[in-house]
């Protein structure tokens, strides 16, 4: 069985009738990578299994033969890595848009070679390279390649690889609301499906999700237009780019490189939106947010690096001003995605992680910054959360 492409065929990816299982972790893991490497299997004692911690939604292992004369270049070279995916999270994901996406990334030359799906994940080559850290990403050396990077994705990937085009749609799709705005699915799209998915058995439970109806579809009739780069008002998103998905991999001419990985919740975006997302992540979540000078820079070196690559180019002068204005417009957004994301993991995740207090506080974020747009906060004369503070700084 293969995965279908963006025009509907199927590609020979292999589909693997196997499956990585939790109780019996390093078996399991050695018989999924032995379909890639069979000569591993002559020699289990050199297979090293390395798991990495940073996800919360899968479980993410590096899978490699460590064998005589070996250097670490030859390691990394015939590497594997295998992602499980967490419990239910077919809920918050298409697995069948993820491979898609992950395959159009690595035909524009932006991702791994996707190597395999098999029941519950994925294998795929692994990116010799350096994960970074949340503080690594408010490092100059860092954001600026991360900049450039995220310009070319958005300029590179066509949309059709993340979502159907039927039809342009009306100019910003509200004449039909969420349901109407094309190509579907986006980003909104997405958000509702999670909102519907929301339990609701309890009339606390039942409460929440009519607020957060509401509050998902004020944000859109507010916040979505067709400015800013891309087709529609939309580009190819990543709408994950937390420090753990950004791997710095070699340096050139004196400047830092860096990959994107992990493309399980991409999807046709405002590039604001991804953007906004992404600089919610910068220390960590951690009050770290850029500032204005720096979301700056940071925008102009994105708009440099997506009119190199992209076939339609914006003038940078009006582009920078429209882009400046949209991220901040978006950049309460995070908070409601996220939000809505945990409450729903909360529910289905087997993983050792505090998802109803993070829901809490990414909601809070939302919150925060809706009271600060809407002028709430300053009738009620309280100070501004740091965030919004860190925001507001030049």
Not at 5 to 20: C, F, M
Not at 189 to 202: G, H, I, N, Y
Request: proline share 5%; charged share 25%.
């Amino acid at each position: 069985m293969g995965a279908a492409s963006a025009n509907g065929a199927s590609t020979e990816l292999p589909y693997l009738d196997l499956a990585y299982d939790h109780a019996n972790s390093e078996a399991t893991a050695k018989e999924l990578v032995y379909t890639i490497q069979p000569k591993w299997r002559e020699c289990p004692d050199e297979i090293k299994i390395v798991q990495f911690k940073e996800g919360i939604t899968n479980t993410l292992f590096k899978l490699a033969r460590h064998g005589p004369g070996m250097t670490q270049e030859d390691i990394d070279a015939n590497s594997v890595l295998m992602r499980a995916y967490g419990n239910n999270t077919d809920i918050l994901i298409d697995r069948d848009r993820e491979a898609t996406s992950h395959l159009t990334c690595a035909k524009h030359g932006l991702a791994p070679p996707l190597l395999a799906r098999f029941n519950n994940g994925l294998l795929y080559r692994y990116i010799p390279g350096d994960v970074c850290t949340p503080q690594d990403l408010i490092d100059e050396s860092v954001w600026r390649p991360v900049a450039r990077q995220l310009g070319k994705w958005h300029a590179t990937l066509p949309i059709e690889s993340a979502s159907a085009i039927n039809g342009e749609g009306c100019a910003n799709g509200h004449a039909k609301g969420i349901a109407g705005r094309k190509p579907s699915p986006n980003i909104w799209t997405v958000m509702r499906r999670w909102v519907e998915a929301l339990p609701q058995q309890s009339p606390k439970e039942q409460a929440r999700k009519q607020f957060l109806e509401r509050e998902l579809e004020q944000s859109f009739q507010e916040l979505d237009n067709t400015r800013g780069p891309g087709r529609s008002g939309f580009v190819f998103g990543h709408c994950d780019l937390l420090s753990a998905n950004v791997i710095r991999t070699n340096v050139v001419d004196g400047q830092q490189n860096v990959a994107f990985i992990d493309y399980e919740y991409a999807v046709t975006c405002p590039a604001a939106f991804d953007i906004a997302n992404h600089f919610a992540e910068w220390g960590g979540y951690d009050n770290m947010l850029p500032t204005r000078s720096i979301r700056h820079e940071f925008l102009a070196e994105y708009l440099s690096s997506y009119n190199k690559y992209g076939t339609s180019p914006v003038p940078n002068a009006t582009s920078l001003d429209t882009l400046e204005l949209e991220v901040d417009r978006f950049r309460g957004m995070p908070g409601l995605y996220w939000g809505i994301w945990a409450l729903i993991q909360a529910q289905i995740s087997l993983i050792d992680f505090d998802y109803a207090s993070y829901a809490e506080v990414r909601l809070g974020e939302y919150s925060a910054w809706r009271d600060e747009v809407t002028g709430q906060r300053q009738k009620e004369n309280t100070e501004a959360p740091l965030r919004e503070r860190r925001w507001a700084e030049t």
